[in-house]
């Protein structure tokens, strides 16, 4: 008489050392993909466009990477309340530094310019806070 072996699956083992490396490199994997997300981005633009304000703040802040930031008021005027100006905050990151002069310059005096900008997918930790990307202003 043959007798057929018979597997027996004890789930209260430890895994085996075929596990553990597929258990490790998932957590690389993933690790790995995170990490380049946040220094690299996803440098696809989805919009460019113009923004019209008075910048009420421009800072250069970081830790591990220095970048330009800002904030535009773009307020707008209700009809409603008699004409009453409200205030509405845009925030963006400056990628062009030539221009940082000149916004602080306009920020000081208080004066309304357009700032053109692109919008990216994904922004990298090197290229600022914020998707929104000054390039240019008028």
Same mark, same amino acid.
């Given at each position: 008489e043959v007798k057929m072996p018979c597997y027996e699956f004890n789930f209260n083992e430890k895994p085996n050392w075929?596990?553990?490396?597929l258990g490790i490199g998932a957590f690389l994997v993933i690790f790995c993909g995170i990490f380049y997300l946040?220094?690299?981005?996803?440098?696809?633009?989805i919009s460019e466009g113009e923004m019209t304000g008075v910048i009420t703040r421009?800072?250069?802040?970081?830790?591990?990477?220095?970048t330009w930031e800002g904030e535009l008021?773009?307020?707008s @005027?209700?009809?409603? +309340?008699? #004409?009453?100006?409200?205030?509405?905050k845009w925030y963006f990151s400056i990628e062009n530094e030539n221009i940082i002069p000149l916004l602080k310059e306009k920020a000081s005096k208080?004066?309304?310019v357009?700032?053109?900008?692109?919008?990216?997918? @994904?922004?990298?930790? +090197?290229? #600022?806070?914020?998707?929104?990307l000054i390039m240019a202003i008028k």
């Amino acid at each position: 008489e043959v007798k057929m072996p018979c597997y027996e699956f004890n789930f209260n083992e430890k895994p085996n050392w075929i596990g553990r490396i597929l258990g490790i490199g998932a957590f690389l994997v993933i690790f790995c993909g995170i990490f380049y997300l946040n220094f690299h981005g996803i440098q696809k633009v989805i919009s460019e466009g113009e923004m019209t304000g008075v910048i009420t703040r421009i800072s250069h802040k970081g830790i591990l990477y220095k970048t330009w930031e800002g904030e535009l008021n773009i307020g707008s @005027i209700s009809t409603d +309340k008699g #004409g009453i100006v409200t205030p509405d905050k845009w925030y963006f990151s400056i990628e062009n530094e030539n221009i940082i002069p000149l916004l602080k310059e306009k920020a000081s005096k208080g004066e309304r310019v357009t700032l053109i900008y692109k919008r990216l997918f @994904i922004a990298s930790v +090197k290229q #600022g806070e914020t998707n929104y990307l000054i390039m240019a202003i008028k």
